[in-house]
């Protein structure tokens, strides 16, 4: 049974080998001579900025070797990126796009004393109107609409144990689960601790701290007789969505913006200094709690809040130090990705409202974050697997006093939110962006980096970023990269700049929204960078799709307005966002799509942006489409964010979850991968069970006959070369085994021999699992930021084992049935243009017949309309999600599909084998360390 399995695998190994050797051959024979012109120029190009980089910024290399991402302030988007190099995009000054956007009134803060008392003047008198059955509202507040509601008494307060009264209209209309947020924020008060209110996005955490604070001003209890003066901290973006909220929740309190958008009109010195004497709420950004340190520090405040508290995640930052320096016991910190990349992230928001609990930082790196890191790692011994777990779950129990989280898969029966469908698209690259993308590759940049030349002495690391950077401009578009080449230049043709043909992940857009636009449905678009933008904006003017647009260009004071213009009028089909600035924290739940257009390195980024629509509030079921260019580095980003995930999940969530991911290597990073013999990407490959398969049983079947290339000689051929090696495998099983080595060893040089055959003269030398000779440790080149992960040997040897097993079978099938299964999910080298779609727009009776039909007819959709029927059978909910699916598969635009909730709770399926007791100890261990260090 073993040598089946072996023959069978060595079989797949060989076709997988043979396949990648022609590739890499046919690739370097046709790139063409622009991609090699335009790779010239960039590496050139390049070169110059990272020699610059080690001349002009000394401090880059120190800056990007740290372990996590530095957070650094700007002004105007209070974070810079967490990687400069990989933000590159900011430097290219493209065409420009923006137009004029129509918005709704500008939301006004506290800051100026004439127009909050105006504004206090208004809200009574609607409130003493609503009283008196005068319908004619023009101030929306929770209050007001409790008298609407019929209820008549507003003072009226609900009262927790040990005293609390929260305002009984915020009380009744909370959640159950947002009044256990409320008690539980007293808990901590009362003890006088600080928390970490880490609810998963959109479920009113908002909320549940203004009611909290309204509690505290309505009771008379500590030295500050109710509620003293108090400062949150936000985001720029979601600053003024504070402001509303207050006004809608509690009217009375004061909330200035401590901001130059803000309305006070004097010094800051005299906004700080009003705000504190009248016990007032400050809104403080990111960026501004730097400039107006020293007066904030003059005082003291009650309560100091950190919205979007990850911003201090690395302690070595300037705000993360300086929000430590508040002396007040009453810090919260609130956010919906508590732990992003490691560790040591959740150490820096402890550090602030908890100091002290995780010992010190250098103890807490030690005993509890590289052991539970490094028994995170698919290739950990047994014993580095059980003391991780036994650690994580002392930390857990360490952490959950001062940390409540929620997530809405919990508090689903309170909050009744629609379904969503997540899915993560692997789109073809586009002939162009191949060419471009193979010619990079082959380019000096990637070839000194392979080869860890350090040229000049510029830093490996930075390199490294600059071309990782320049992939994902391909990927996004070619003219995003080809626009750097000739910036100088006069080559670049203004006509066609941008045009969505030229990209795949565009062509998918542009096929989406036409759909989307017929089905009623509107959508968010994030990308990360502005170059993208304004090429997705151009895009969307030319089409007259209609669209709002917020980057960090638009001014922070009309960001609020810009998000309820588009929530409050549905003729906009999009909202367009770059993720870091439209991602955080605000609700934009008048969207029912959304696509994430380019993956972030931090997982949280992405899940930020895609939690926008689905929240409270969204009445509709939600889809949230991730596209990945297939084979690319994209597909790296996304298995790195996969891995992040389960770190984070093991702490949070369940200690027991087990990673299925390794460390990659530099190489793997720096090529094109092809789809395998199944029609697999690498990732879809791994994570086969949660790929969306539209058309049953069939598509797959289908996928093997036509991804794997090869004429039935040919793979008998194989099959016999195979069977070679493995009898030589035996033979050398044999000695191995009469000399009684240990059975893993034993395996391990079988395993190397089968995949390093002694080469025979006609056949290349490739090594396709073990790759010591040809690949660069990626680890030392990046350490732990940028450290890729792939999957195991193991895991790949035993995918590519049991899909061997059923492939003999399946191969003869298929070649049957191809024929008949000519129009498939699945197609390789689509040609550029095979998505494009009936250009006429539908008049509007059209769209309403369209869309109020239960199954769409769609062209050349032959396989799959059979199994659109049988869904729509079984789940109506999701039918046009499958609509859209298939249209997309058969115009070829993407290869695969993935669950995404379903990758990433791969995991919590897996079984964990223990060495109990030594992990025990070794938790106890770091638990003693901790306590002494601190
Ligand atoms: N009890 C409630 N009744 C009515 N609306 C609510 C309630 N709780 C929350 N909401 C609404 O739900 C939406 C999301 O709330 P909020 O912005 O506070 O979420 P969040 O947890 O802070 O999200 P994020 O982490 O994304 O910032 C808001 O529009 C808010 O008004």
Same mark, same amino acid.
């Given at each position: 049974?073993v040598?089946?399995?072996?023959?069978?695998y060595?079989e797949?190994?060989?076709?997988l080998?043979?396949q990648?050797?022609e590739?890499?051959?046919?690739?370097?024979d046709?790139v063409?001579?622009?991609s090699?012109k335009?790779?010239?120029?960039?590496?050139?190009?390049?070169?110059?900025i990272?020699k610059?980089?080690?001349?002009?910024?000394k401090?880059?290399?120190?800056?990007?070797t740290?372990?996590?991402?530095?957070?650094?302030?700007?002004?105007?988007e209070?974070y810079l990126?967490?990687?400069?190099?990989?933000e590159?995009d900011?430097i290219?000054?493209?065409p420009?796009?923006?137009?004029?956007?129509?918005?709704n009134?500008?939301i006004i803060?506290?800051?100026?004393k004439?127009s909050?008392?105006?504004?206090?003047?208004?809200?009574?008198?609607n409130? /003493?109107?609503?009283?008196e059955?005068d319908y004619?509202?023009?101030?929306?507040?929770a209050?007001?609409q409790?008298?609407?509601?019929?209820s008549?008494?507003t003072?009226?307060?609900?009262?927790?144990q040990n005293?609390?009264c929260v305002?009984?209209?915020?009380w009744?209309?909370l959640y159950?689960?947002?009044r256990?947020?409320?008690k539980w924020?007293?808990?901590l008060?009362?003890?006088?601790?600080?928390?970490l209110l880490?609810?998963?996005?959109?479920l009113?955490?908002?909320?549940q701290?203004?009611?909290?604070?309204a509690?505290?001003?309505?009771t008379?209890?500590?030295s500050?007789g109710?509620l003293?003066?108090?400062i949150?901290?936000s985001?720029?973006?979601v600053?003024?969505?504070?402001?509303?909220?207050? *006004?809608?929740?509690?009217?009375?309190?004061?909330?200035?913006?401590?901001?130059h958008s803000?309305?006070?009109?004097?010094? *800051?010195?005299?906004?700080?200094?009003?705000?504190?004497?009248?016990?007032?709420i400050?809104?403080?950004?990111?960026a501004?709690?730097v400039?107006?340190?020293?007066?904030?520090?003059?005082?003291?405040?009650h309560?100091?809040i950190l919205d979007?508290?990850?911003?201090?995640r690395?302690?070595?930052t300037?705000?993360?130090?300086?929000?430590?320096?508040f002396?007040?016991?009453?810090?919260?910190?609130?956010t919906?990705?508590?732990m992003?990349?490691?560790?040591?992230?959740?150490w820096s928001?402890?550090?602030f409202?908890?100091?002290?609990?995780?010992?010190?930082?250098?103890?807490?790196?030690?005993h509890f974050?590289?052991?539970?890191t490094?028994?995170g790692?698919?290739?950990?011994?047994?014993f580095?697997?059980?003391?991780?777990?036994?650690i994580?779950?002392?930390?857990?129990n360490l952490i959950t006093?001062?940390?409540?989280?929620?997530?809405?898969?919990?508090?689903?029966?309170?909050?009744?939110?629609?379904?969503?469908n997540?899915?993560?698209?692997f789109?073809?690259?586009t002939?162009?962006?191949?060419?471009l993308y193979?010619?990079?590759?082959?380019s000096?940049?990637?070839?000194?980096?392979l080869?860890?030349?350090?040229?000049?002495?510029?830093?490996?690391?930075a390199?490294i970023?600059?071309?990782?950077s320049?992939?994902?401009?391909?990927c996004?578009?070619?003219?995003?990269?080809?626009y750097e080449?000739?910036?100088?230049?006069?080559?670049?043709?203004?006509?066609?700049?941008?045009?969505?043909?030229?990209?795949?992940?565009?062509?998918?857009?542009?096929?989406?929204?036409?759909?989307?636009?017929?089905?009623?449905?509107?959508a968010?678009?994030?990308?990360?960078?502005?170059?993208?933008?304004?090429?997705?904006?151009?895009?969307l003017?030319?089409?007259?799709?209609?669209y709002?647009?917020?980057?960090g260009?638009?001014?922070?004071?009309v960001?609020?307005n810009l998000i309820?213009t588009y929530?409050?009028?549905?003729e906009?089909?999009?909202?367009l966002?770059t993720?870091?600035?439209?991602?955080?924290g605000?609700?934009?739940?008048?969207?029912?799509r959304?696509?994430?257009y380019d993956?972030?390195?931090?997982?949280?980024?992405d899940?930020?942006?895609?939690?926008?629509?689905w929240?409270?509030g969204?009445?509709r079921?939600?889809?949230?489409?991730r596209?990945?260019?297939?084979?690319?580095?994209?597909?790296?980003?996304?298995q790195r964010?996969?891995?992040?995930?389960?770190?984070?999940n093991?702490?949070?969530?369940?200690p027991?979850?087990?990673?299925?991911?390794t460390?990659?290597?530099?190489?793997?990073l720096?090529?094109?991968e092809?789809l395998?013999?199944?029609g697999?990407t690498?990732t879809?490959?791994?994570?086969?069970h949660?790929?969306?398969n539209?058309n049953?049983?069939?598509?797959d079947?289908n996928d093997?006959?036509?991804g794997?290339s090869?004429?039935?000689?040919k793979?008998?051929?194989m099959?016999r070369r195979a069977?070679?090696?493995?009898?030589?495998?035996k033979k050398?099983?044999e000695?191995?085994?009469?000399?009684?080595?240990?059975?893993?060893q034993?395996?391990?040089?079988k395993?190397?021999?089968?995949?390093?055959p002694p080469?025979k003269?006609?056949?290349?030398?490739?090594?396709i699992?073990?790759?010591?000779?040809?690949?660069?440790?990626?680890?030392?080149a990046?350490?732990?930021?940028?450290?890729?992960?792939?999957h195991?040997?193991?895991?790949y040897?035993?995918?590519?084992i049991?899909?061997a097993?059923?492939?003999a079978?399946?191969?003869?099938?298929?070649s049957?049935?191809?024929?008949?299964?000519?129009?498939?999910?699945?197609?390789?080298?689509?040609?550029?243009?095979?998505?494009?779609?009936?250009?006429?727009?539908p008049?509007k009776?059209?769209?309403k017949?369209?869309h109020?039909?239960?199954?769409?007819?769609?062209?050349?959709?032959?396989?799959?309309?059979?199994?659109?029927?049988?869904?729509?059978k079984?789940?109506?909910?999701?039918?046009d999600?499958?609509?859209?699916?298939?249209k997309?598969?058969a /115009?070829s635009?993407v290869?695969?599909?993935?669950?995404?909730?379903g990758?990433v709770?791969l995991?919590?399926?897996?079984?964990?084998?223990?060495i109990k007791?030594?992990?025990i100890?070794?938790a106890?261990k770091?638990i003693?360390?901790?306590?002494?260090?601190s």
């Amino acid at each position: 049974m073993v040598d089946v399995m072996i023959n069978k695998y060595l079989e797949t190994q060989l076709a997988l080998a043979k396949q990648r050797q022609e590739i890499k051959n046919t690739n370097v024979d046709s790139v063409s001579e622009k991609s090699l012109k335009a790779a010239n120029k960039i590496a050139k190009k390049q070169e110059k900025i990272c020699k610059n980089l080690k001349e002009e910024d000394k401090t880059i290399d120190k800056v990007l070797t740290k372990q996590s991402c530095p957070s650094d302030l700007t002004d105007d988007e209070e974070y810079l990126p967490p990687c400069k190099v990989d933000e590159y995009d900011h430097i290219i000054e493209m065409p420009s796009t923006s137009q004029k956007q129509k918005i709704n009134n500008k939301i006004i803060d506290d800051g100026d004393k004439k127009s909050y008392n105006e504004r206090i003047e208004s809200w009574k008198n609607n409130l /003493k109107a609503a009283k008196e059955g005068d319908y004619n509202i023009t101030y929306s507040s929770a209050d007001i609409q409790y008298v609407l509601d019929g209820s008549m008494d507003t003072e009226e307060n609900h009262q927790l144990q040990n005293g609390l009264c929260v305002p009984n209209y915020i009380w009744k209309q909370l959640y159950k689960y947002q009044r256990t947020g409320v008690k539980w924020l007293w808990e901590l008060h009362q003890v006088e601790s600080g928390g970490l209110l880490g609810d998963e996005m959109g479920l009113g955490k908002t909320v549940q701290v203004i009611a909290f604070l309204a509690g505290l001003s309505k009771t008379d209890s500590g030295s500050w007789g109710g509620l003293g003066p108090c400062i949150i901290l936000s985001p720029a973006t979601v600053i003024y969505q504070w402001v509303s909220h207050f *006004h809608y929740w509690y009217p009375q309190i004061r909330v200035a913006v401590l901001h130059h958008s803000g309305s006070h009109a004097g010094s *800051h010195h005299k906004l700080i200094r009003d705000m504190h004497s009248s016990h007032g709420i400050l809104l403080v950004t990111y960026a501004g709690i730097v400039k107006y340190i020293k007066d904030l520090l003059s005082r003291k405040w009650h309560y100091i809040i950190l919205d979007e508290g990850h911003k201090i995640r690395n302690p070595d930052t300037q705000v993360s130090k300086m929000v430590k320096r508040f002396e007040t016991p009453h810090k919260l910190l609130i956010t919906g990705s508590p732990m992003q990349n490691s560790l040591q992230e959740l150490w820096s928001l402890f550090d602030f409202m908890r100091p002290g609990l995780l010992g010190t930082h250098a103890a807490f790196m030690e005993h509890f974050a590289v052991p539970i890191t490094q028994g995170g790692y698919a290739n950990a011994s047994e014993f580095q697997e059980a003391t991780a777990l036994e650690i994580a779950k002392a930390l857990k129990n360490l952490i959950t006093p001062y940390m409540l989280r929620r997530t809405k898969t919990e508090v689903q029966d309170h909050i009744h939110l629609p379904e969503k469908n997540e899915q993560v698209l692997f789109c073809s690259l586009t002939q162009e962006q191949k060419d471009l993308y193979m010619g990079y590759l082959m380019s000096s940049t990637i070839r000194s980096i392979l080869d860890k030349e350090s040229k000049h002495g510029e830093p490996m690391r930075a390199r490294i970023l600059v071309a990782l950077s320049t992939l994902r401009k391909i990927c996004n578009h070619p003219d995003i990269y080809l626009y750097e080449a000739y910036e100088e230049t006069d080559d670049i043709n203004e006509k066609t700049f941008g045009n969505w043909k030229r990209s795949g992940k565009m062509s998918v857009v542009h096929s989406l929204l036409k759909i989307w636009l017929k089905q009623g449905h509107r959508a968010l678009i994030f990308t990360q960078s502005r170059a993208m933008l304004c090429i997705l904006e151009q895009h969307l003017q030319n089409h007259n799709f209609k669209y709002l647009r917020m980057d960090g260009s638009v001014n922070v004071g009309v960001r609020q307005n810009l998000i309820k213009t588009y929530n409050e009028n549905p003729e906009y089909l999009v909202f367009l966002a770059t993720t870091r600035v439209g991602g955080l924290g605000v609700n934009l739940t008048g969207a029912d799509r959304v696509i994430i257009y380019d993956p972030d390195w931090n997982p949280a980024t992405d899940n930020q942006a895609k939690e926008r629509a689905w929240r409270i509030g969204q009445e509709r079921n939600v889809t949230v489409y991730r596209l990945l260019s297939a084979g690319t580095i994209e597909e790296k980003i996304y298995q790195r964010q996969i891995f992040k995930n389960f770190l984070s999940n093991k702490i949070l969530i369940d200690p027991n979850q087990k990673n299925v991911l390794t460390t990659s290597n530099l190489q793997s990073l720096f090529t094109l991968e092809n789809l395998n013999c199944d029609g697999d990407t690498e990732t879809t490959a791994l994570f086969k069970h949660t790929k969306v398969n539209i058309n049953g049983n069939k598509k797959d079947k289908n996928d093997l006959s036509k991804g794997m290339s090869y004429s039935k000689k040919k793979i008998e051929a194989m099959k016999r070369r195979a069977r070679e090696i493995s009898k030589q495998i035996k033979k050398y099983a044999e000695v191995g085994s009469s000399t009684s080595k240990d059975p893993r060893q034993a395996y391990k040089e079988k395993r190397d021999l089968m995949l390093n055959p002694p080469p025979k003269e006609d056949e290349p030398e490739i090594n396709i699992v073990n790759n010591e000779i040809t690949n660069v440790p990626f680890e030392h080149a990046l350490s732990e930021l940028d450290i890729v992960y792939q999957h195991t040997k193991k895991d790949y040897e035993n995918n590519l084992i049991k899909e061997a097993l059923s492939s003999a079978t399946e191969i003869q099938e298929n070649s049957d049935e191809k024929e008949t299964v000519e129009q498939n999910v699945v197609a390789e080298n689509p040609p550029s243009d095979s998505v494009s779609i009936e250009n006429d727009l539908p008049t509007k009776k059209e769209r309403k017949k369209r869309h109020s039909s239960p199954d769409p007819k769609i062209d050349n959709l032959v396989a799959i309309k059979k199994a659109k029927i049988e869904k729509t059978k079984k789940d109506v909910k999701l039918g046009d999600d499958d609509y859209v699916l298939s249209k997309l598969f058969a /115009k070829s635009a993407v290869k695969n599909a993935l669950h995404h909730d379903g990758v990433v709770g791969l995991a919590e399926k897996e079984k964990r084998h223990r060495i109990k007791e030594d992990a025990i100890k070794a938790a106890k261990k770091a638990i003693r360390a901790i306590k002494f260090s601190s």
